[in-house]
């Protein structure tokens, strides 16, 4: 489902110099695996996530996901590809301010055309009903906790049914009660069948995971198999 094969990512900085992000990465990520990726920060690991979900493109090397080599992509063609095939959830949420918690939930179907219309809002408040957010609806994020609000966003990933969800540190903001239910959320996604990248410092969410990949300035550095948590 994921496969990344030599992959380096970097960045100018000032004065000419160049920093690696990632440095030769290779990893490969089956169907329907719920794999934690950990690190300290500069490790890499968010550049992993964006690299993943074509949010970012690649200095070197492929980068293979749900059977497209996104590295040769355009912008216009990646958007919708994105929308169909990766949920993406961000730390800091990044819901639209201006818009309900429901209307998020449509725009994200809107963008993409994958649901039909006709079902659009039923399938927005079938999703928010399966993260406890059915009475919240029809408020603006500004009202809601910060453990709603991400709720809210990993609703949102999942509006257009993507087999693939990346979240980049999603408790790191979180109490530790909160944290443990978004954890618990995510292994409902996994024995649902999707297949899971999740970057964090969270020991609640690493211990879900079946395996975990562990970099270290650029560079992987452990790729373990664990027992998952039982549900």
């Known amino acids: ?13 000032r004065g000419g110099r160049q920093f690696a992000a990632l440095r030769g990465v290779s990893l490969a990520v089956a169907a329907g695996e719920h794999v934690a990726v ?8 968010s ?9 970012d493109r690649c200095t070197a090397g492929r980068v293979r996901v749900a059977g497209v080599d996104v590295t040769r992509m355009g912008e216009s ?39 039909p219309s ?13 993260v406890g957010l059915a009475d919240q609806s029809h ?7 910060g453990g709603q609000q991400q709720r809210a966003a990993i609703a949102r990933a999942l509006a257009n049914d993507p087999p693939i969800v990346v979240a980049d540190e999603p408790t790191g903001n979180l ?36 395996r975990i990949v562990e970099l270290k300035d650029g560079v992987v ?4 198999a664990q027992a998952a948590r039982a549900a």
């Open 139 to 145: 408020k603006l994020p500004s009202m809601l906790s």
């Open 221 to 224: 550095v452990a790729d373990t």
């Open 38 to 45: 950990l690190g300290k920060s500069g490790s890499g690991k």
């Open 175 to 210: 109490d530790s009660e909160t944290s443990a239910g978004i954890g618990a959320l995510f292994d409902e996604l996994a024995g649902q069948g999707k297949t899971l990248l999740i970057v964090t410092h969270d020991a609640n969410i690493a211990r879900g995971a079946g």
């Open 77 to 115: 063609a990646l958007a919708l590809w994105r929308g169909r095939n990766v949920g993406v959830v961000f730390q800091f949420f990044q819901l639209m301010p201006t818009l309900t918690i429901a209307e998020n939930m449509l725009l994200a179907m809107e963008l993409v055309g994958h649901v």
């Open 1 to 13: 489902m994921i496969e990344l094969d030599g992959v380096e990512k970097s960045f100018a900085l």
């Open 118 to 130: 006709g079902i659009q809002r039923a399938r927005a408040m079938e999703l928010l009903e399966r």
């Open 47 to 55: 550049t992993l996530i964006n690299l993943i979900a074509a949010l």
